[in-house]
């Protein structure tokens, strides 16, 4: 499994931005899944979008259609999460992990702290 390193966190307001980079670590990120999650205090660890590597293409959590954009870099090997628009909601740890297709996502990274103040 590729093991990957999140960054780009932060405190912001509402209304604001963050990129956060998923970086692979060990070896490259073709043929898996690559994807973002978050875990609220108190609540689950919950899907928010993934993307494919090789075919780019990418699925949506509702509450991240509209807002929030997946995409790679092939250069960097590294999957970014554009998120606009951000909401109080929206504050978690946001992980990212990989999954070969077929499989459960795993080799979570460490997390990155995102928090929307209103």
């Known amino acids: 499994q590729v093991q990957v390193v999140e960054s780009g966190g932060g405190l912001v307001q509402a209304g604001d931005s963050l990129r956060l980079s998923c970086a692979a670590s060990?070896?490259?990120?073709?043929?898996?899944?690559v994807g973002w999650f978050r875990q609220a205090p108190g609540k689950e660890r919950a899907f928010v979008a993934r993307?494919?590597?090789?075919?780019?293409?990418?699925v949506y959590a509702d509450s991240a259609k509209g807002r929030f954009t997946i995409a790679r870099d092939n250069a960097k090997n590294t999957v970014y999460l554009q998120m606009n628009s951000l909401k109080p909601e929206d504050t978690a740890v946001y992980y990212c992990?990989?999954?070969?297709?077929?499989?459960?996502?795993?080799?979570w990274g460490q997390g990155t702290q995102v928090t929307v103040s209103s």
């Open positions: 060990g070896r490259t990120f073709g043929g898996y899944y």
């Open positions: 993307i494919a590597w090789n075919r780019g293409s990418t």
């Open positions: 992990a990989t999954a070969l297709p077929g499989a459960d996502f795993g080799s």
